[in-house]
């Protein structure tokens, strides 16, 4: 039973090129969550969307940055025009219902490196 | 909204001794409280939570406590192995959100054989 899959696990970029993110949620979850962790912090969320629908951004730089979550394939987070600052961790979640306090489950997220 | 404090940010315990790290929340409508462990290169995974309608919970050698009155809860290990060696975050949950957990800053726990 996999578990939240995302790709790529390094993803190196020069100033001023786009990244694009990818998380596969667990099967049977259409809850997902990203979160950004900067080294020797905690994590910080993001963005949380249901399959088409973003339900809650306020975590996200409202520019250059984007998230999708489409009806079929993978969450995408989109980093237009990047800079060196977001250099750091990003981690996906899932969760089966979205409920109120329900357990998130994290994947192994992937390291973006800007040159 | 709310702010999460850790400590302490690094932990050396010898293997079979105990290990407590304690965290504080300022939202006082948070009511769920997981705890995360990260090994190196992995992502965090869910180990233990607790909700705010109990005052503690215990799952083999973990167990965590939360006082709501003075807005702390800790996590405790016994018998510590050294693959207990980790990054471990404490999270809140205030109740109007949906899975949006605000993190401590982490606890790197180094058990020495």
């Known amino acids: 039973n996999a578990g939240v899959m995302q790709n790529p696990r390094h993803l190196v970029r020069r100033r001023g090129q786009e990244a694009r993110l990818r998380c596969s949620p667990m099967?049977?979850?259409?809850?997902v969550y990203w979160y950004r962790q900067l080294p020797e912090e905690g994590l910080k969320f993001m963005v949380y969307?249901?399959?088409?629908?973003?339900?809650?951004e306020s975590g996200m730089p409202k520019e250059r940055f984007s998230a999708e979550f489409p009806k079929e394939g993978p969450s995408i987070l989109r980093i237009q025009q990047v800079v060196r600052g977001d250099s750091a961790a990003y981690f996906c979640?899932?969760?089966?219902?979205?409920?109120?306090?329900?357990?998130?489950?994290f994947g192994s997220g992937t390291q973006l490196s800007v040159l | 909204g709310e702010n999460v404090e850790q400590h302490p940010s690094t932990l050396s315990v010898q293997e079979g001794d105990s290990a407590v790290i304690k965290c504080t929340y300022s939202?006082?409508?948070?009511?769920?409280f997981p705890w995360y462990k990260q090994e190196l290169g992995k992502g965090p995974q869910l180990i233990i939570d607790?909700?705010?309608?109990?005052g503690e919970k215990k799952d083999q050698r973990i167990a965590v406590t939360l006082n709501k009155t003075a807005k702390h809860f800790s996590l405790h290990i016994t018998e510590t192995q050294p693959e207990d060696s980790a990054v471990y975050f404490c999270?809140?949950?205030?109740?109007?959100?949906?899975?949006?957990?605000?993190f401590g800053a982490g606890t790197q726990v180094v058990v020495t054989p």
């Open positions: 979640a899932s969760s089966p219902s979205g409920g109120r306090n329900e357990k998130l489950f």
């Open positions: 099967k049977g979850h259409s809850h």
């Open positions: 969307l249901q399959k088409e629908n973003i339900i809650d």
């Open positions: 939202d006082s409508a948070s009511n769920y």
């Open positions: 607790i909700r705010s309608n109990v």
């Open positions: 999270a809140a949950s205030p109740t109007d959100s949906w899975g949006k957990l605000q």
